[in-house]
């Protein structure tokens, strides 16, 4: 559960794993409803944006303080009182921070259509975003230049392998010498360079692109964007996924280079993976048979039960992940 809303760096102290009464097992055969055991739940960055209190509205309602954290999961159905769905079918969508979860709206659940992989990669909507923001945001063409930052992480790590399969060069940034390595060896990338390690970003990316960039794919914001912004060609696009550096800070930091927008006649589209779920099957069908094929290859960080939870998420903002974060409540 959420202990208070959070000021600051997030830490474990701001969350509390606690033992309650869970859901009676069985929900009566009219209820429209399933009682679901949790498999996996996913640690994502913007679960932080939801543990302040905000006074405007944000885009998801923030957490409430005592209440259990919700966010995306791989569940197993234990009873339903939903016509089209029964017990032991495997779902994944929003679900508890919990062991067992009571879903009411069982229909905002997507079925998990591919059993034979590994079924934690179906925790959470990062392959989706990168699918959706590399394709239908960037709008990539054959041998473009594209620079992704959180690189190694689980959204970056495959819309690089998407932009190696459309034939562009790829270059990605990430905080740590094995990041990098990774990034190099296992996910293909032309380059790849360690942003902690460099003491002038620009040049940095001057180094890795010498003609410039087409597409950049923003995960982290602050510096970095500011570094990428004279570094892009003319007419280029920038995919706004997320801007990690920026949200256990109180007052964002500013960036200096955003005439660059105008001047270089750029496109820098925000984009919300909700907006996508239109692209799904045609993603999840694409996606199944690159990761049979071996064309694309997934990295996970993944903490074993509930109590590991609050300091796997905290990973995300400390970069000490390594691949797309997530908790197995329980490998039953
Ligand atoms: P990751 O698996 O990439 O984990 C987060 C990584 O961010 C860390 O490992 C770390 O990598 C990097 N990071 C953390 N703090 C900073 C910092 N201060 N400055 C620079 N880098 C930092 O997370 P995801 O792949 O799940 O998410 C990546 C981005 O995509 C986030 O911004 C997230 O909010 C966004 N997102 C957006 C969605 C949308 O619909 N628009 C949906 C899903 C995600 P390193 O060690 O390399 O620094």
Redesign the pocket.
């Known amino acids: 559960i959420l202990k208070r809303y959070v000021k600051g760096f997030v830490s474990e102290d701001d969350m509390e794993v606690v033992t309650a009464v869970a859901p009676p097992l069985a929900v009566a055969a009219d209820s429209k409803a399933v009682v679901v055991k949790n498999l996996y739940v996913s640690c994502?960055?913007?679960m932080r944006n939801r543990m302040t209190r905000h006074e405007v509205p944000s885009y998801v309602p923030d957490f409430v303080p005592g209440e259990v954290l919700a966010n995306f999961g791989v569940m197993r159905v234990i009873s339903s009182g939903h016509p089209d769905f029964k017990a032991g079918d495997l779902l994944w969508g929003i679900t508890g921070w919990e062991e067992y979860t009571l879903i009411n709206n069982p229909e905002s659940l997507f079925r998990i259509n591919h059993p034979e992989l590994p079924l934690s990669y179906y925790t959470g909507?990062?392959g989706l975003?990168a699918y959706a923001?590399f394709f239908d945001v960037s709008k990539p063409k054959k041998g473009e230049y594209v620079f992704i930052?959180?690189?190694?992480?689980?959204?970056?790590q495959i819309v690089g392998q998407l932009a190696k399969i459309t034939g562009c060069y790829v270059v990605g940034?990430?905080?740590?010498d094995k990041?990098v390595n990774l990034l190099r060896t296992k996910f293909g990338f032309d380059d790849a360079f360690n942003?902690k390690k460099e003491s002038d970003l620009e040049a940095a990316l001057k180094r890795c692109f010498p003609v410039g960039i087409d597409i950049y794919f923003e995960?982290?914001g602050?510096a970095?964007l500011d570094a990428v912004l004279p570094n892009m060609r003319l007419g280029g696009r920038i995919a706004t996924?997320?801007?990690?550096?920026q949200y256990n800070l109180e007052q964002p930091e500013g960036v200096g280079n955003l005439f660059y927008i105008v001047a270089k006649r750029l496109r820098m589209e925000g984009?919300?993976?909700?907006d996508y779920y239109d692209r799904y099957c045609k993603f999840e069908k694409e996606m199944a048979g690159y990761l049979k094929e071996g064309k694309v290859t997934y990295i996970e960080d993944i903490a074993e039960g509930l109590d590991a939870a609050p300091a796997a998420l905290i990973k995300?903002?400390?970069?000490h992940?390594v691949?797309?974060?997530l908790v197995a409540v329980t490998r039953e």
């Not at 940034?173 to 740590?176: E, L, R, T």
């Not at 996924?241 to 550096?245: K, N, Q, T």
């Not at 995300?316 to 970069?319: S, V």
């Open positions: 994502d960055p913007y909507m990062p975003t923001g930052s959180a690189a190694s992480g689980a959204v970056g940034s990430a905080g740590s990041k942003y995960n982290v602050g970095m996924c997320g801007m990690i550096s984009f919300m993976v909700f995300l903002y400390t970069g992940n691949g797309k974060q």
